[in-house]
């Protein structure tokens, strides 16, 4: 089946801007394209297209609100790069199985600056929360040695 059916199929009656999962698992997509898919899409938090034959990211919609991508058993190569631009929030990223052959393919993921993400005042939280984190961590092997001796 290819893609933009089964979006069809697994809207079952309802409108994208009501959608907040879509799995499109083993379907096909037409010249390993993104196909069916739009910025319609606007409260979608988890996507799966496992074993859909993609091979490019580049037709995927601005997704405000993707947090999980599951992208498992394609050819996707490269092109990574969309994602930190069109899914900001995404928290977690599945690319097993895919034809990816350079750790720099996945680096471009991370060469967005931080710091344009992070709201003003919450840039202070995360220092003192990473000072307070080292001091447990410090507290707890402490602890340790006391119970060695």
Do not use: H, W
Request: charged share 40%.
């Amino acid at each position: 089946m290819e893609m933009k059916k089964k979006i069809n199929l697994e809207l079952r009656n309802r409108s994208p801007e009501e959608v907040t999962e879509l799995v499109l698992d083993n379907c096909l997509c037409v010249n390993g394209e993104i196909e069916g898919l739009n910025d319609t899409f606007k409260e979608l938090e988890f996507l799966s297209m496992a074993n859909v034959e993609l091979s490019s990211l580049a037709q995927l919609p601005s997704l405000n609100k993707l947090r999980k991508l599951e992208l498992s058993d394609n050819i996707i190569s490269g092109g990574l790069e969309v994602l930190a631009e069109k899914c900001p929030n995404l928290t977690y990223l599945n690319l097993s199985g895919n034809k990816i052959k350079d750790l720099s393919t996945v680096e471009a993921l991370d060469e967005e600056d931080d710091d344009d993400y992070v709201e003003e005042g919450e840039e202070e939280e995360e220092e003192e929360g990473g000072l307070q984190g080292e001091k447990r961590k410090r507290d707890a092997e402490d602890d340790g040695e006391e119970e060695d001796d």
